[in-house]
């Protein structure tokens, strides 16, 4: 059975960092497109960063650039999202996203990921 569960989420003052995990399980891909979406109140759910596994090739929100940081730990199955200098727009519930046996080819909208996790919530405070 395929299960993705986050970690990482919390509270956290604008400018700090913040390091969120997610444990991927039961896959057996050889390659796949990772990424990681939020979803503030009213809003789209939106993609953050995406990372073509095994080759870490890597794409970004315009919002993630220079702040965040992808990355994908293979000997422990799990993707990482690392945020940096937050901001209170920054606040959403984030959410890990896999589409396995597939490239990127780009940040991908929702539509493109077939397993999700449950998120896990990031609240930045002014």
């Known amino acids: 059975q395929v299960q993705l569960v986050e970690s990482g989420g919390g509270t956290v003052q604008a400018g700090g960092s913040q390091r969120l995990a997610c444990v991927d399980s039961?896959?057996?891909?050889?390659?796949?497109?990772m990424a990681w979406f939020r979803q503030a109140p009213g809003k789209e759910r939106e993609g953050v960063a995406s990372?073509?596994?095994?080759?870490?090739?890597?794409y970004y929100a315009d919002s993630a650039k220079g702040r965040f940081t992808i990355s994908r730990d293979n000997a422990k199955n799990t993707l990482y999202l690392q945020m940096n200098s937050l901001k209170p727009e920054d606040t959403a519930m984030y959410y890990c996203a896999v589409r396995a046996d597939s490239g990127c080819g780009g940040l991908r909208d929702r539509s493109y990921f077939t397993d999700w996790g449950r998120g896990t919530q990031v609240t930045v405070s002014s």
């Open positions: 039961g896959y057996g891909f050889r390659s796949a497109c």
């Open positions: 990372i073509y596994h095994p080759g870490r090739t890597t």
